[in-house]
């Protein structure tokens, strides 16, 4: 039963004890990403999207929604957490 997805950097610590207490707060079963949020992207100053530096955790179903769209109607813009935001 797979509940979270995390895509995070190759040089990124995590604390998984810490990461998962975290976690337990939300309601997986909806479609929810947590992460830091950038306000301001050089190329579009209006997108809000989830930085993929420090990590992005995706319950499933938001996962399935956004995989769904990544290929077939999702922009692809330089970085992938700025396409996922843009998705």
Known sequence: DIRWIGLIDD?????????LSILSVFDWKRSIAIGHILTEQED????????????IFLTQLAFVDIATNLYQSCPFCKYNDVTIGAC
Do not use: C, M, Q
Request: glycine share 20%; hydrophobic share 35%.
């Open 44 to 55: 579009d100053r209006d997108l809000l999207y989830v930085a993929g530096g420090g990590g």
């Open 11 to 19: 040089d990124t610590w995590l604390n998984v004890e810490k990461t």
